[in-house]
Structures are given as structure tokens and as C-alpha cells.
């Protein structure tokens, strides 16, 4: 059945099955006010919105996309490369080094944190009984014996009506149970008014505290970052385990092809691909590797794809993948294992190819050389390889329900991603609306698009004013 209508259940475009997608809140900027009146009206005066149309030829009005062989949907598709991605071992890293990956062990403490009691702020350390009753206008008077800084041992003890001087971090005398902010205090050197009574335990830091020997001090699977950066130096590891980033090749086909320090010749294009995709892999948390533009002749390249296996965790090749320039490099990933090329009900970058290579079974994913296909089908399909060998829990962007500020067509059969800007909508939520129209540079409108607009394959019309999902485009996310 086709729907028209103004709203996209596409959730879970992009993800294999029995993955949830969230829908979190997103930094986005705010729209500008609109006068009163639906979406795409000003004052009075109707403005017909320009519909966006793009995309294939529409499948048969009785057929699905995943009705035909010929033809998988995103899902299955996504599901293949998925199961075949490696889980690289985890590898052990200084800490510094292991920035930004996921833990791979339960570090366990050896130490206690605090390793003494201490003081927690600049004070006086003191008995609580002794200053409970104090008051402003009626200030308990203890005799100072003397002074503990950080790094220095503290006397030994103190007893009734006695008090040491503090400062955070201190160590803290022995029967000291409290400490008196000096700010509660006339700050005196050698007796000192106590103006206000905190209860006992205020203040202090007790031995273990924090961590306790035997404690797990980070856990297998928690992202480093610089709160645990601390905690593991606090408990002395300066190296840890944590599952590696993986290391992507990322290569472009092409006969057609000169490197960005070229003057392209007519009929020839500059290899934009490899610098993209390659900052795309380092974005979603990859070591990645621009090998740049494949040669042509059959030996060489077949000696360049070995030599790039063996650095490999997962190869990305883009190139017109259905032209008969893409043969050769078809027959030399035949001879190192099997790769499968397939329409996928998706648009742009219908065409796709996967499979694994040489004795280890290194995935290679193929994608369609147009720019703009090349990086759509990166998010779709690559970002969630990488993430799933990262070990992220969640392996795709999440998505936000927008309100569509124009009407949106899309073929029936296929799901569409658009380039849009998404932004905060004065009244709440959010409104999208397409970057540009069929006249502008492709190249350009994806820069200064925020986000993708996912349309279901079984919605052939989006109404101005209708809800869609919007998958954000931000750095890192």
C-alpha cells in the first residue's frame, strides 16, 4: 500500500533489525519566528512550496523492494555486514593513548582512594562534640596545636578543645571526626572561634572512601574519557586494555579519476571520495588510511589490494560500481575472496557490493562513486560496521521527528535520504527543510547540510507541515 501523507515512521532507516534507534534531544540552531499560519504561508498570501524530487524510476506499484531478488531492502542489506564485521582484539594502551575507546577490562584497585583521611576543604579539623553547640553569637574557642598542608604528616592526634589547621587535601590528625570551614571561623592562628557546628563526618574524607582495594575502578566497556583518565592514574595504571580503533583502507575506482593536486583533463574528475570517506572513518572513531585512486592495470592493482589487506580491519572501496570500468577491479577482489554487488532499495547509491577478503576474511564494502551517494551510504552502512567494532552500544545516529517546511516526494520502493538543515523551532521540536533544489552543485549542498531526511520507502509524499525523521549529521556523534 502506498502512503501520502504528511508523516515517516522511518525510525529505523539505516539499522539492521532488532537494533532501537533512539530519538534523544539535539543542539540545533533555532529557526526564526514564522508569522501566523501553517508552514510555507506567509500572512495571507499562499507560497506553494517548491516539492524535492529526486531519485529512481518507482518499482512496480505490486511490488516491494524486498519483493525481488534483484533488490534487498537497507535492512538486509545492513544485517549482511553486520554479522561479517570483525571484533578486533583488544590491544593495551598507555592511558593517554586510550582516549575515546571502550575499556576492555575490569580494572581492579589495588590502592585505597583517598590512601588517609583528609580534609576536603580549608579549614579546621576538630571534634564535632566539642564544636556542636557554637553559634554566632556564641562561638566556641579551641586552642590551634598546629598546621597540616598537603604532602606534610599532621601531629599525631588531638583531644578535647584542640583543633588543627587545614587545608584540602590535608592529612587529618587522628580524632578528628569534622572540618569547620574557615569561613565559619575568625580564622585565628593560635585559638580560633568556632562560629557554626557542622555534624560529624563533614568535610573529610575517609581512607577508601572513594575506591577500597578490590574495587573495580572502571568497567569493561565504559568509554574513556578524562574522568577516567583520573581514575585510572589515581590508581596507578598508566597503561589499560581497551578495544582498538579499527584500522579502515579506504580506496576509489576509476579511469576517470586524478588526484586533488591535478588539473582534471576534460572528462576527468578530482578524487574527492577518498578524502572523504577517509575523514568520515576518522570521525566515527577509526584509524583510517586514504590509499587514493586504484591504478589500472590488473597486476598492480591486485598488488595493491594484498598489500592493503594486510593493515586492514575493513576495506572501503568507492567506484561507479555498475560500469564496465569497475570490472577490473571486480575480477581482482574474485581472486581474493568473494564480493557480491547488489541493488539496494535505497536512494542515492542504489548499487552496493559486499564481501570478504583473503585468508582473514577482511570485509570490503563497496560503494557507489558519486560524492554525495558515497557519503550517504557511509552513514547507512559503514558507520555502524565501525561502531559495532569499536564496541559502541549504540551503533547508529539518533534520530529527531521534525516537521517538514516544504512537501517531499520520494519513488515508491525506495528509501530516500535528502540533505537538509534541521533547526530548533521557536514553539518547540524541531522543522526541516531540503538544502537547495536540482539546480545547485551537489557538492556544495551536502556542505552545508545538518542532517539526513529519512523517507520510508512505502511514503511517496511528505506534506508541508508533516512530521519526518531526521537523522542529525553532527562531529562525533
Same mark, same amino acid.
Given at each position: 500500500?502506498?502512503?501520502?501523507?504528511?508523516?515517516?515512521?522511518?525510525?529505523?532507516?539505516?539499522?539492521?533489525?532488532?537494533?532501537?534507534?533512539?530519538?534523544?534531544?539535539?543542539?540545533?540552531?533555532?529557526?526564526?519566528?514564522?508569522?501566523?499560519?501553517?508552514?510555507?504561508?506567509?500572512?495571507?498570501?499562499?507560497?506553494?512550496?517548491?516539492?524535492?524530487?529526486?531519485?529512481?524510476?518507482?518499482?512496480?506499484?505490486?511490488?516491494?523492494?524486498?519483493?525481488?531478488?534483484?533488490?534487498?531492502?537497507?535492512?538486509?542489506?545492513?544485517?549482511?555486514?553486520?554479522?561479517?564485521?570483525?571484533?578486533?582484539?583488544?590491544?593495551?594502551?598507555?592511558?593517554?593513548?586510550?582516549?575515546?575507546?571502550?575499556?576492555?577490562?575490569?580494572?581492579?584497585?589495588?590502592?585505597?582512594?583517598?590512601?588517609?583521611?583528609?580534609?576536603?576543604?580549608?579549614?579546621?579539623?576538630?571534634?564535632?562534640?566539642?564544636?556542636?553547640?557554637?553559634?554566632?553569637?556564641?562561638?566556641?574557642?579551641?586552642?590551634?596545636?598546629?598546621?597540616?598542608?598537603?604532602?606534610?604528616?599532621?601531629?599525631?592526634?588531638?583531644?578535647?578543645?584542640?583543633?588543627?589547621?587545614?587545608?584540602?587535601?590535608?592529612?587529618?590528625?587522628?580524632?578528628?571526626?569534622?572540618?569547620?570551614?574557615? !569561613?565559619?571561623?575568625?580564622? %585565628?592562628?593560635?585559638? &580560633?572561634? @568556632?562560629? =557554626?557546628? *557542622?555534624? +560529624? #563526618?563533614?568535610? /573529610?574524607?575517609?581512607?577508601?572512601?572513594?575506591?577500597?582495594?578490590?574495587?573495580?575502578?572502571?568497567?569493561?566497556?565504559?568509554?574513556?574519557?578524562?574522568?577516567?583518565?583520573?581514575?585510572?592514574?589515581?590508581?596507578?595504571?598508566?597503561?589499560?586494555?581497551?578495544?582498538?580503533?579499527?584500522?579502515? !583502507?579506504?580506496?576509489?575506482? %576509476?579511469?576517470?579519476? &586524478?588526484? @586533488?593536486? =591535478?588539473? *582534471?583533463? +576534460? #572528462?576527468?574528475? /578530482?578524487?574527492?571520495?577518498?578524502?572523504?570517506?577517509?575523514?568520515?572513518?576518522?570521525?566515527?572513531?577509526?584509524?583510517?588510511?586514504?590509499?587514493?585512486?586504484?591504478?589500472?592495470?590488473?597486476?598492480?592493482?591486485?598488488?595493491?589490494?594484498?598489500?592493503?589487506?594486510?593493515?586492514?580491519?575493513?576495506?572501503?572501496?568507492?567506484?561507479?560500481?555498475?560500469?564496465?570500468?569497475?570490472?577490473?577491479?571486480?575480477?581482482?577482489?574474485?581472486?581474493?575472496?568473494?564480493?557480491?554487488?547488489?541493488?539496494?532499495?535505497?536512494?542515492?547509491?542504489?548499487?552496493?557490493?559486499?564481501?570478504?577478503?583473503?585468508?582473514?576474511?577482511?570485509?570490503?564494502?563497496?560503494?557507489?562513486?558519486?560524492?554525495?551517494?558515497?557519503?550517504?551510504?557511509?552513514?547507512?552502512?559503514?558507520?555502524?560496521?565501525?561502531?559495532?567494532?569499536?564496541?559502541?552500544?549504540?551503533?547508529?545516529?539518533?534520530?529527531?521527528?521534525?516537521?517538514?517546511?516544504?512537501?517531499?516526494?520520494?519513488?515508491?520502493?525506495?528509501?530516500?535520504?535528502?540533505?537538509?538543515?534541521?533547526?530548533?523551532?521557536?514553539?518547540?521540536?524541531?522543522?526541516?527543510?531540503?538544502?537547495?533544489?536540482?539546480?545547485?552543485?551537489?557538492?556544495?549542498?551536502?556542505?552545508?547540510?545538518?542532517?539526513?531526511?529519512?523517507?520510508?520507502?512505502?511514503?511517496?509524499?511528505?506534506?508541508?507541515?508533516?512530521?519526518?525523521?531526521?537523522?542529525?549529521?553532527?562531529?562525533?556523534?
Amino acid at each position: 500500500m502506498v502512503r501520502m501523507s504528511g508523516h515517516s515512521d522511518s525510525g529505523n532507516s539505516g539499522g539492521g533489525s532488532g537494533v532501537n534507534r533512539d530519538t534523544a534531544q539535539v543542539d540545533m540552531p533555532v529557526a526564526p519566528p514564522q508569522r501566523s499560519g501553517p508552514i510555507g504561508v506567509r500572512g495571507s498570501t499562499p507560497v506553494p512550496p517548491k516539492p524535492a524530487l529526486t531519485g529512481p524510476v518507482p518499482l512496480p506499484a505490486d511490488g516491494r523492494s524486498d519483493a525481488s531478488p534483484m533488490v534487498r531492502t537497507v535492512e538486509r542489506h545492513l544485517d549482511e555486514i553486520l554479522a561479517a564485521v570483525p571484533q578486533p582484539d583488544a590491544i593495551e594502551l598507555a592511558v593517554l593513548d586510550a582516549q575515546g575507546l571502550l575499556c576492555a577490562e575490569d580494572v581492579v584497585s589495588q590502592r585505597a582512594l583517598p590512601a588517609f583521611d583528609q580534609a576536603a576543604l580549608e579549614g579546621y579539623a576538630a571534634r564535632a562534640e566539642d564544636v556542636a553547640p557554637a553559634s554566632v553569637r556564641r562561638p566556641v574557642e579551641l586552642a590551634v596545636v598546629g598546621e597540616s598542608v598537603a604532602g606534610l604528616d599532621a601531629p599525631t592526634a588531638i583531644g578535647p578543645g584542640l583543633a588543627v589547621k587545614v587545608s584540602a587535601g590535608a592529612m587529618l590528625p587522628a580524632g578528628a571526626d569534622v572540618v569547620v570551614p574557615g !569561613v565559619w571561623t575568625d580564622n %585565628g592562628t593560635a585559638r &580560633v572561634a @568556632v562560629q =557554626a557546628g *557542622p555534624p +560529624p #563526618g563533614s568535610y /573529610v574524607r575517609r581512607t577508601g572512601d572513594d575506591v577500597a582495594p578490590g574495587d573495580s575502578a572502571v568497567h569493561v566497556g565504559t568509554p574513556i574519557g578524562p574522568a577516567q583518565i583520573s581514575l585510572l592514574a589515581a590508581v596507578g595504571r598508566d597503561r589499560v586494555l581497551v578495544r582498538p580503533r579499527p584500522r579502515v !583502507v579506504v580506496l576509489s575506482a %576509476g579511469s576517470e579519476l &586524478v588526484d @586533488v593536486t =591535478a588539473a *582534471p583533463a +576534460p #572528462g576527468q574528475v /578530482v578524487d574527492v571520495n577518498s578524502y572523504a570517506l577517509a575523514a568520515a572513518a576518522r570521525d566515527a572513531g577509526a584509524d583510517a588510511y586514504r590509499s587514493g585512486i586504484l591504478p589500472a592495470d590488473p597486476r598492480r592493482l591486485s598488488e595493491v589490494l594484498e598489500s592493503q589487506l594486510l593493515r586492514s580491519d575493513l576495506m572501503l572501496i568507492s567506484g561507479t560500481l555498475s560500469g564496465s570500468g569497475f570490472d577490473v577491479v571486480q575480477e581482482a577482489l574474485a581472486q581474493l575472496g568473494e564480493t557480491r554487488f547488489r541493488q539496494v532499495a535505497m536512494h542515492p547509491g542504489p548499487a552496493q557490493g559486499f564481501g570478504q577478503l583473503g585468508r582473514d576474511g577482511v570485509p570490503v564494502i563497496c560503494v557507489p562513486g558519486e560524492p554525495v551517494a558515497a557519503l550517504v551510504s557511509f552513514e547507512v552502512f559503514v558507520r555502524p560496521a565501525i561502531r559495532l567494532m569499536l564496541g559502541k552500544r549504540q551503533l547508529f545516529r539518533r534520530t529527531v521527528q521534525a516537521i517538514s517546511g516544504q512537501q517531499l516526494l520520494s519513488p515508491l520502493g525506495y528509501r530516500q535520504y535528502l540533505h537538509g538543515t534541521v533547526m530548533r523551532h521557536p514553539d518547540g521540536g524541531y522543522v526541516v527543510e531540503p538544502v537547495g533544489d536540482a539546480t545547485d552543485a551537489l557538492l556544495a549542498r551536502m556542505a552545508r547540510a545538518n542532517c539526513l531526511i529519512v523517507i520510508d520507502e512505502d511514503v511517496t509524499e511528505v506534506a508541508a507541515g508533516g512530521l519526518v525523521t531526521v537523522m542529525p549529521l553532527l562531529l562525533g556523534g
